[in-house]
């Protein structure tokens, strides 16, 4: 009943910067976290950056002061803007949105299909 649309993946040389973005759409009547999180080869899925109505962001410490989230709440959207990257920032990257469906007020929670983000060095 929710359906998240990503993009803005892609092959960058170490240092420099991505933009990935996150649309939701369907039967929401709210959303109270949007976030990202990223899996690299071998490794178990990490967050990455989270965004909570009215509760601020965090980031995995790895990503702290490279990386920014922002939400556009009319658009439904969630995005990451990646800078600096490095090569260990290689992974897919899938958002993740939480919130409430119209439909008798359902919680319910959402992934995106992935985006693959590859940087060399």
């Known amino acids: 009943q929710v359906q998240l649309v990503e993009s803005g993946g892609g092959l960058v040389q170490a240092g420099e910067s991505l933009r990935l973005s996150c649309a939701a759409s369907g039967n929401i009547f709210s959303i109270t976290t949007m976030g990202w999180y990223r899996q690299a080869p071998g490794k178990q899925l990490e967050l990455v950056a989270i965004?909570?109505?009215?509760?601020?962001?965090n980031y995995a410490d790895s990503v702290k002061d490279r990386f920014t989230i922002s939400r556009d709440n009319a658009q439904k959207s969630v995005y990451l803007q990646m800078n600096s990257l490095r090569p260990e920032d290689t992974a897919v990257y899938y958002c993740?949105?939480?919130?409430?469906?119209?439909?008798?007020?359902?919680?319910?929670?959402?992934w995106g299909q992935g985006t693959q983000v590859t940087v060399s060095s």
């Open positions: 965004d909570i109505s009215g509760g601020g962001t």
């Open positions: 993740r949105v939480r919130g409430r469906l119209r439909t008798r007020l359902d919680d319910f929670i959402s």
